[in-house]
């Protein structure tokens, strides 16, 4: 690109780290994104997402870490988005417990969990095997005026039915209803 006189801008950089790291080459996005840095221009946070969501999903949640902990040092205030993908990735990494903690912080730092971000940490909660949590904070979810979407209520229902629990314990998703976007909202 550059030896055809063009200059790559952030869109063409984004593109770039976005499909070296869902294509599996994390290493080619690190790559060009020091390069990125080292040819003088300044990352944003939506390059610093695309990286940290990268490392998070190749198992590398120790690299993605330290950048998300590094936000606030190079001038960056992480989104709620940042704050999701991180969530995401600690939960995958079996790490519910520190996804709390910052899902926790996020709103201190002035920064308040969307719908998706509820959706995300229950989802964690319930994978890891932490059902009365998730329960706690379904309830504290609804209390603030979301609702589970329809992955997180299939797998509160998926996950009780295989332990052979009863399902009436969870009132808050006994009933839902589906919108025009995959939502599950929830009736009371």
């Not at 999701?84 to 912080?105: Q, R, S, V």
């Amino acid at each position: 690109m550059v030896v055809c006189g063009q200059v790559p801008n952030s869109m063409t950089y984004s593109i770039l780290l976005d499909g070296f790291c869902k294509h599996g080459h994390i290493h080619k996005a690190l790559e060009l994104f020091q390069a990125m840095k080292k040819g003088g221009f300044q990352p944003t946070i939506v390059h610093y997402n695309v990286l940290i969501n990268g490392l998070s999903e190749t198992g590398q949640i120790k690299v993605a870490k330290e950048l998300f902990s590094g936000l606030s040092m190079k001038g960056l205030q992480p989104t709620v988005y940042t704050y999701t993908i991180m969530i995401k990735g600690l939960c995958i990494a079996g790490l519910p417990d520190e996804a709390y903690e910052l899902f926790k912080k996020m709103e201190e730092n002035g920064c308040m969990p969307n719908s998706c971000t509820y959706n995300v940490m229950i989802q964690g909660f319930l994978q890891n095997n932490y059902m009365s949590r998730a329960r706690q904070l379904i309830d504290e979810m609804v209390g603030n005026g979301f609702s589970t979407d329809a992955s997180t209520a299939a797998m509160v229902v998926d996950l009780l039915l295989s332990d052979g629990k009863d399902l009436l314990p969870i009132k808050k998703i006994d009933a839902c209803e589906v919108d025009n976007w995959g939502r599950c909202k929830v009736l009371k």
